[in-house]
């Protein structure tokens, strides 16, 4: 097994290679080359030196991607590999990488994810000496009607305008998300890349306001294949200053209606199993459960 540096040369193999792990080729959550190599264009991401490939006679077995994010001293380890006779080797020789990049780039904390059914993962990660530390449950919207939107009075929802909202909307992220496991800051640059990514629309970027201020938003995500649209709740936060007004429901909703709106035939987002009023919410507006996953942790001696 030969683990190697990314080269640009490997970004349609690598297209390939997730899609079919992933079992997402030829669906609508299938990922383009556009959009991978929008991923490795973010200001925060250097590919030659955060992205690894296994092969084995040249053929890719596994990938890791790895996050730095220094303002917390934590790295992510995000690795796709097939499930095979060799997945735990491959993931032994992976987390070995992630490792070793985590020391040489300074950071405490090592997180690395896996699905709740993968037990392969799960047992070697547990060898390894990492420690579960949260679950994280996928829910998804298939409804045949959805609730009305109902805005709180003398609240309004407009869609994010580029150019304009950048600074707010990434004053707003870092202060709702301040205290969340895991958040690290984002800079206005990256927001700005995100929101130019191809399942990205400012439209579906949802802002509620007063008078006043922007009290939050609801990002929508939205990928289309073959006709076939699924759209995604990305990401909801409310300024801690107006929290307990309902806007969270009312700009999820208004999140929802534009994904329906825009073609979407089902909708899906990400929760932490521990965050109970969220997880009320979205069973409020019909999400069901539909898998898990687990995140672990393994602290770095430095």
């Known amino acids: 097994m030969e683990i190697q540096n990314f080269n640009s040369k490997d970004s349609r193999n690598l297209v390939d290679f997730l899609n079919e792990t992933n079992h997402t080729t030829g669906t609508n959550k299938e990922i383009s080359l556009t959009l991978f190599l929008q991923g490795l264009n973010m200001p925060s991401v250097t590919p030659e030196q ?24 934590r790295a992510v380890a995000i690795q796709t590999i097939p499930r095979s006779s060799i997945e735990k080797e491959v993931l032994h020789q992976l987390t070995k990488v992630a490792l070793s990049y985590s020391k040489r780039n300074s950071l405490s904390v090592l ?34 009607v959805l609730q009305n939107l109902l805005l709180p009075e003398n609240y309004k929802v407009r869609s994010f305008i580029l ?55 609801n990002w929508t995500l939205l990928s289309e294949n073959s006709g076939d649209k699924v759209g995604w709740i990305a990401m909801t936060g409310i300024h801690p200053n107006f929290r307990r007004n309902r806007l969270g429901r009312a700009v ?19 929760v932490d199993s521990e965050n109970t009023p969220a997880r009320a919410l979205y069973k409020s507006l019909g999400f069901k459960s539909k898998s898990s996953n687990q995140w672990f942790e393994k602290h770095i001696n430095l």
């Open 163 to 217: 150019g304009k909202d950048d600074e707010v909307l990434t004053g707003l992220q870092n202060t709702a998300f301040s205290e969340h496991w895991g958040f690290c800051p984002n800079s206005v640059e990256e927001i700005r890349n995100r929101v130019k990514m191809e399942r990205s629309q400012p439209e579906g970027i949802l802002l509620i306001e007063n008078e006043r201020s922007i009290a939050g938003y």
């Open 111 to 144: 997180h690395i994810q896996s699905p709740s059914t993968d037990q392969v993962a799960i047992s070697s990660l547990n060898a390894s000496g990492f420690i579960k530390v949260k679950t994280y449950l996928e829910l998804e919207w298939a409804e045949d």
């Open 50 to 73: 955060d992205y690894f490939i296994a092969r084995v006679n040249r053929e890719i077995v596994g990938v890791l991607q790895m996050v730095n994010e220094s303002p917390i001293s």
């Open 252 to 270: 999820v909703l208004a999140g929802m209606h534009s994904l329906i709106e825009r073609g979407a035939k089902s909708i899906e987002l990400e």
